[in-house]
């Protein structure tokens, strides 16, 4: 639990200085930490294949990140700079993230349209009956050595 508040005291910094803006120390800590766990997870996929494939370095990793994923980009990137640098095979390695926009279905006229700007009410029809198509992902797009 150490090592967790010490990046995110150093986040919170980090983020501070570089964006001219000013989040509590706490309210930072709940933002990082849902992208720490996540990169904790994308860590151990991306060491598992490259072990697998026998390759000794990572030069970067592809995301996919849903529009509303909830996963804040520059977190976990900010993240990952720090998890990536305590794993020889990852030293170094780039983060790389594309941002998937989120798309919504409407059920009743069967159009689909941009769920941020207009939310869970189909701006053709105003129906309720709507699902979410993509936007809500985080995935692994690719591994490059």
């Known amino acids: 639990m150490a090592f967790c508040l010490i990046c995110l005291n150093v986040l919170v910094k980090s983020f501070s ?3 001219n803006y000013q989040l509590s120390p706490l309210n930072y800590q709940l933002l990082t930490v ?8 994308i860590v151990k996929d991306v060491k ?11 030069s970067s990793v592809v995301m996919d990140i849903g529009e509303v ?4 980009p520059h977190l976990l990137t900010d993240c990952w700079r720090w998890a ?6 990852l030293r170094g390695c780039e983060m790389k993230v594309n941002t998937i926009p989120a798309v919504t ?7 689909e349209y941009e769920t941020v700007r207009f939310g ?25 050595v």
């Open 69 to 72: 994923s909830t996963v804040v």
């Open 105 to 111: 279905l409407c059920g009743d006229c069967n159009k």
């Open 34 to 41: 849902h992208e720490l766990g996540i990169v904790f997870y």
């Open 17 to 19: 200085v570089r964006n």
């Open 84 to 89: 990536a640098d305590k794993e020889d095979i």
């Open 120 to 144: 869970k009410i189909c701006p053709y029809c105003n129906s309720k009956n709507t699902w979410l198509l993509r936007g809500n992902e985080v995935e692994i797009n690719s591994i490059i």
């Open 48 to 58: 598992q294949v490259a072990e697998e494939n026998h390759v000794e370095h990572v």
